[in-house]
């Protein structure tokens, strides 16, 4: 058994990453492809700390994660008063029946 | 095996077990508790990865904040008197062609190529180091993102009460 290095984190977040675009692709309703975009920032996230784990870069590939993390809480906050404007106009969040961009 | 890989693999089974069925599950309740589970585990990661800070911060920014927002969401835009809380699927099998091509060249790429990887050096905790970058090198990008959270809550609360 080899040891955990490098290549198992990058797999790791490869695979979260296509998990988070097949939610975005398959899924109607809005709030489900936030779910998707969410675990496609986690999975570049992972690949920051990892990267910053191996190449010994000092913590500055931490600091970026960090500051992902907090452009995906803004990103969350305003898509989720959008998707509210969006309940309130047209009665339901499913993306595929929103298709008029003015009432 | 060291304990280390053991825990890896486990933390690893959560993070992707969870978030395959955060993607096919149909009840988005569900969905959104299975998230947590995969947030927990990528946060674990993050604790092998020896950065504590990240970890700590994944817990209280996605799981204290983000998910409770997303629970949010799914309350107040389904009828509380129509139980079920459904979501429809679109395309999932040429949808899940693409993203099994996709998620092959993905790792194949990341295996191929010869990353430059240094000697695993042990540390201590990273708040500290973290917090000197913050206030030194880094800390223009600092005040620009506390400004844009405070611009992105305010657009945020105006548009939610229009």
């Given at each position: 058994m080899i040891n955990i290095s490098l290549y198992h984190y990058l797999i790791v977040s490869?695979?979260?990453?296509?998990?988070g675009i097949?939610?975005?692709?398959t899924r109607k309703n809005a709030i489900m492809v936030l779910m998707g975009i969410e675990l496609i920032l986690n999975a570049a996230n992972?690949?920051?700390?990892?990267?910053?784990?191996?190449?010994?870069?000092?913590n500055s590939g931490q600091l970026?994660?960090?500051f992902v993390i907090i452009l995906?809480?803004?990103?969350?906050?305003?898509?989720?008063a959008i998707v509210l404007n969006i309940y309130k106009t047209f009665s339901n969040i499913n993306i595929d029946e929103i298709d008029t961009l003015k009432d | 095996m060291t304990v280390y890989d053991i825990i890896f693999y486990l933390f690893a089974l959560i993070t992707i077990g969870s978030a395959f069925f955060v993607v096919t599950l149909r009840n988005i309740v569900y969905s959104a508790f299975f998230l947590l589970f995969?947030?927990?585990?990528?946060?674990?990661?993050y604790v092998l990865l020896s950065a504590d800070f990240i970890a700590i911060v994944q817990l209280v920014v996605y799981v204290g904040g983000i998910l409770v927002l997303l629970l949010f969401g799914v309350m107040l835009t389904h009828k509380?008197?129509?139980v079920q809380i459904?979501?429809?699927?679109?395309?999932?099998?040429?949808?899940?062609?693409?993203?099994?091509?996709?998620?092959?060249?993905?790792?194949?790429?990341?295996?191929?190529t010869n990353w430059k990887t240094m000697e695993l050096v042990s540390q201590n905790s990273s708040a500290q180091g973290l917090g000197v970058l913050l206030i030194n090198q880094y800390s223009v990008v600092f005040e620009l993102l506390g400004i844009l959270l405070l611009i992105a809550l305010i657009g945020a609360a105006s548009m939610a009460r229009r």
């Open positions: 490869s695979i979260l990453f296509c998990l097949f939610g975005i692709i992972i690949n920051f700390v990892a990267f910053a784990r191996y190449g010994n870069f000092g970026a994660a960090l995906a809480a803004a990103e969350a906050a305003i898509a989720m | 995969t947030l927990f585990g990528i946060a674990g990661l509380i008197t129509n459904k979501t429809g699927t679109l395309q999932i099998i040429p949808s899940a062609v693409a993203v099994l091509v996709l998620a092959f060249a993905l790792i194949k790429i990341f295996l191929t």
